[in-house]
């Protein structure tokens, strides 16, 4: 009896420790000022490729590497009129990837400086981000 409750309490040792260490996969957000392009890799691989917007001349969207430091499923910019910001991701204080309703625009750079793409396509990468976490996300902005 001592045996098989060290061996059920092993057990669910290893079943704890290997969903807690499951590794998360690394998310890197790639986006191209000058193409109005994001491209998205999972562990390396391509996963996706969208047409966005970026700041426009005098707004421009910041260049460097960020790392997400707030989401937020629902979003209504107070400094742009309660302007909709759905599935944002902050990366540099104020400014974060979301999607737009203006999607005529996709692909100029006509933000105040947020990285703008498709309501699906924000969906989608936010729900990468949220399952994987902020910390596995890396957005270069070039």
Not at 46 to 54: A, F, M
Not at 65 to 79: E, I
Not at 83 to 94: K, N, R
């Amino acid at each position: 009896m001592r045996r098989l409750l060290c061996a059920g309490a092993m057990a669910a040792l290893f079943i704890f420790s290997s969903a807690a260490d499951r590794a998360r996969a690394e998310i890197l957000v790639q986006i191209d000022r000058s193409a109005q392009t994001m491209e998205v890799t999972v562990d390396g691989e391509p996963r996706y490729s969208w047409t966005i917007s970026t700041g426009r001349p005098g707004l421009a969207t910041p260049a460097g590497t960020f790392h997400p430091h707030m989401l937020a499923r629902r979003w209504l910019s107070s400094k742009y009129d309660n302007s909709p910001m759905p599935h944002s991701i902050f990366f540099d204080g104020g400014i974060a990837i979301h999607g737009t309703y203006e999607t005529a625009y996709l692909g100029r750079p006509v933000s105040h400086g947020c990285v703008r793409l498709l309501p699906a396509n924000a969906t989608v990468l936010f729900g990468l981000v949220q399952e994987e976490g902020m910390s596995a996300t890396t957005i270069v902005v070039h």
